[in-house]
């Protein structure tokens, strides 16, 4: 994916785009929030580092926008 400020985020799997527009448009809708979500999940892990190992503004710079 690619937001329209230049910021690119990787696919965390596979997808191609086949068969009737409709379905793999709902695919792509798909695709994109379980990527989302993904990293949403990640950075609440790691939220809890943010005063013992890296202060909060540098942990928000290691996740998408």
Same mark, same amino acid.
């Given at each position: ?10 696919? #965390?799997?596979?997808?191609?785009? !086949? =068969? ?10 798909? /695709?994109?929030? *379980? #990527?989302?979500?993904?990293?949403? !999940? =990640? ?10 190992? /890296?202060?909060? *503004? ?8």
């Amino acid at each position: 994916m690619i937001s329209k400020d230049n910021e690119k985020i990787p696919f #965390t799997s596979t997808f191609v785009a !086949e =068969g009737q527009v409709e379905v793999y448009l709902a695919a792509l809708e798909f /695709k994109m929030k *379980e #990527t989302l979500q993904d990293i949403v !999940e =990640g950075a609440k892990q790691t939220s809890e580092l943010w005063d013992s190992e /890296k202060p909060r *503004e540098d942990w928000v710079e290691g996740y998408c926008a």
